[in-house]
């Protein structure tokens, strides 16, 4: 009887471990594949989103991208959803084509989430403004974004005023940015002044904000009537930091 016992506890035992072994093992995977319930941007959600919302949602995404706390998303989901159901964006970003400032990556978004215009120098012109014009008015986006980065190599062509093909046209759009910003760290104007240079893209940036509603009346009426809201904002692309103003 007591040999019984003995090879049933023996049993119990191995199975025990066999079992913790097991769950140590799949633990990490599980971890690594487990998806935060993020769903796809719909119509009911941006209909609730108010352009100060939108800015907070954005804001807190890059507390998580800066933070290493992405949120886990099923993009395919994502994709099955917008494709099937339309998209549905909450807001819009102008960003320079850098390629280290990303919008859905930098704000932590997913698929659906987010307008993106890209152009060297973010600034804005008729087919960009257009765009924005279609995302707020016609797609229900919240808010307008216009991102502009550190150490931006389209604003250090306007200081040098370079000069290479169809960039040269690009890069006088972004010269009115540079001639009015003040010296920093100095009288050198060129882009070996980095310090220049990022005061020159925070200006960029900021007259930009100030086109969006000079240059579209359409988007001039829905800021005034609180629908939108058109900010500006900076990427320090050493930090991954983006600072709102």
């Known amino acids: 009887m007591i040999s019984n016992y003995s090879k049933k506890l023996t049993q119990f035992t191995l199975a025990l471990t066999t079992a ?5 093992c799949a633990s990490p995977e599980v971890a690594s594949t487990k998806t935060n319930d993020v769903v796809a941007m719909n119509k009911a959600k941006q209909d609730k989103t108010s352009p100060d919302m939108a800015i907070k949602m954005l804001q807190e995404g890059n507390t998580r991208f800066i933070s290493g ?21 909450f807001a819009s970003v102008v960003s320079c084509i850098d390629s280290r400032t990303e919008p859905a990556l930098v704000f932590d978004q997913g698929i659906g989430d987010i307008f993106h215009a890209s152009v060297a120098g973010n600034f804005v012109n008729e087919d960009i403004l257009g765009s924005l014009e279609y995302a707020a008015k016609v797609a229900g986006s919240k ?12 604003v250090k062509g306007a200081c040098d005023n370079a ?18 910003t003040p010296d920093t760290h100095g009288s050198d104007r060129s882009s070996k002044n980095h310090h220049f240079v990022d ?10 904000v100030q086109a969006v509603t000079e ?14 809201k058109v900010v500006g904002a900076m990427l320090d692309v050493e930090t991954g930091k983006v600072v709102f103003y």
């Open 20 to 24: 913790i072994l097991l769950s140590a």
């Open 69 to 89: 706390a992405m949120l886990k998303r099923d993009l395919n989901a994502q994709v099955k959803a917008t494709g099937h159901d339309g998209q549905f964006p």
């Open 215 to 228: 240059k579209s009346p359409v988007l001039k009426e829905m800021v005034d009537k609180g629908q939108i």
């Open 199 to 208: 005061a020159a893209a925070e200006m960029n940036v900021k007259m930009t």
């Open 163 to 180: 000069a290479l093909g169809n960039l040269t046209q690009l890069i006088a759009k972004i010269t009115p940015a540079v001639k009015a």
């Open 143 to 154: 808010a307008i974004i216009i991102l502009g980065h550190t150490h931006c190599g389209a």
